[in-house]
């Protein structure tokens, strides 16, 4: 149980464009999901809090019009870099909040998404 | 504010010994405090948390880990490693009283050696 997807697992895409990545929790419902981003050999470092249903909240720092998070149901949150540029490539991991199963506020990881900006 | 400290970037044993990575946090009131390990290319597997109750804690593939509030600490163990423990190893936090959001400290490799 607790397993959340994201789609797609790699992206290449070139300077200019914009890329969606889509995070879903499998088996549970999130109101509740995180986006991060994680720098090679780096720990991870969280851009916003996606709440089903409302606006997300940035984190200081990250571009909110640069970075669009639409949390439109229970088991969905999407992330999508707008006109993506090189410096805009990194592993990108979502991760979901469980209501139940291991207790309150225990979040599970999807297996990232890495993104390559040419 | 809350933060977490994994003072090694690196920790190599032989396979059977015992495993140890160390975490220390910092957060104001009681913290909920969490392992999660990652390999190459992967997200991350939650491994054990701790909230309340029974100091230490026993989580999954054979890991626990011990809170030690005057310490500040929540290292985690296993009495014998498997070259397939080699890793990434994050300890987080957070606070009872926040929104959810973790802070993860930089992470500690693991290296088990057959």
């Known amino acids: 149980g607790a397993v959340v997807s994201q789609h797609p697992s790699w992206v290449i895409c070139k300077s200019g464009t914009s890329v969606k990545i889509e995070c879903r929790s499998l088996?549970?419902?999130?109101?509740?999901m995180f986006w991060y981003r994680q720098f090679p050999k780096q720990s991870l470092m969280l851009m916003a809090t996606?709440?089903?249903?409302?606006?997300?909240?940035?984190e200081q720092g990250v571009e909110k019009d640069k970075f669009l998070i639409n949390h439109a149901s229970l088991t969905l949150s999407t992330l999508t870099v707008t006109s993506a540029h090189p410096e805009d490539s990194s592993f990108y991991i979502c991760?979901?909040?469980?209501?139940?199963?291991?207790?309150?506020?225990?979040?599970?990881f999807g297996p990232g998404t890495r993104l390559l900006v040419l | 504010a809350q933060s977490v400290a994994q003072p090694e970037d690196q920790v190599n044993v032989a396979e059977g010994n015992p495993l140890t990575v160390k975490c220390t946090y910092s957060?104001?009131?009681?913290?909920?405090l969490f392992w999660y390990v990652q390999y190459p290319n992967r997200g991350l597997q939650f491994l054990l948390k701790?909230?309340?109750?029974?100091?230490l804690v026993k989580g999954s593939y054979g890991f626990e880990a011990e809170f030690n509030k005057s310490q500040t600490s929540f290292h985690l163990k296993k009495p014998s490693a498997l070259v397939s423990d080699s890793a990434l190893y994050f300890c987080?936090?957070?606070?009872?009283?926040?929104?959810?959001?973790?802070?993860f400290g930089a992470g500690t490799t693991v290296t088990v050696r057959a």
């Open positions: 957060v104001s009131g009681n913290p909920y």
């Open positions: 996606s709440n089903e249903g409302s606006k997300a909240t940035y």
């Open positions: 088996d549970f419902q999130a109101t509740t």
């Open positions: 991760s979901a909040r469980a209501l139940t199963g291991q207790g309150p506020g225990t979040q599970y």
């Open positions: 987080a936090v957070r606070a009872l009283s926040n929104d959810y959001k973790l802070s």
């Open positions: 701790y909230i309340t109750g029974d100091n």
